[in-house]
Nanobody, 123 residues
Framework: QVQLVESGGGLVQAGGSLRLSCTAS????????MGWHRQAPGKQRELVAT???????NYSNSVKGRFTVSRDNAKNTVYLQMGSLKTEDTAVYYC?????????????????WGQGTQVPVSS
């Protein structure tokens, strides 16, 4: 089976920086879009940033200019470099990816999610 594991979360002060990582493992053939979402307390999950296999990126307006998404295809890893953090960036951050994989004989394409990593931003 395919698994996404995030790391890098933790408490940070407003104005600070943090880098999140997310690595996919399993019987993976290829990964198309990788991305980050977040869910703040009492709010719906929202898109933060995405990156395609050819490194086209997309950002939500709330993080544009402050966050940078990147990926290392050889490591099946996506990163989120967060800068100029604000208290309103406080959330659980989830990575997700569209992955072509093979649980057995035949290949499948599915969307997978990480378990989430907490990013509290203090004032």
């Amino acid at each position: 089976q395919v698994q996404l594991v995030e790391s890098g979360g933790g408490l940070v002060q407003a104005g600070g920086s943090l880098r999140l990582s997310c690595t996919a493992s399993g019987r993976i053939f290829s990964i198309n879009v990788m991305g980050w979402h977040r869910q703040a307390p009492g709010k719906q999950r929202e898109l933060v940033a995405t990156i395609t296999s050819d490194n086209s990126t997309n950002y939500s307006n709330s993080v544009k200019g402050r966050f940078t998404v990147s990926r290392d295809n050889a490591k099946n890893t996506v990163y989120l470099q967060m800068g100029s953090l604000k208290t309103e960036d406080t959330a659980v951050y989830y990575c997700n990816a569209q992955i072509r994989y093979s649980p057995g004989i035949f290949p499948y394409t599915g969307e997978f999610w990480g378990q989430g990593t907490q990013v509290p931003v203090s004032s």
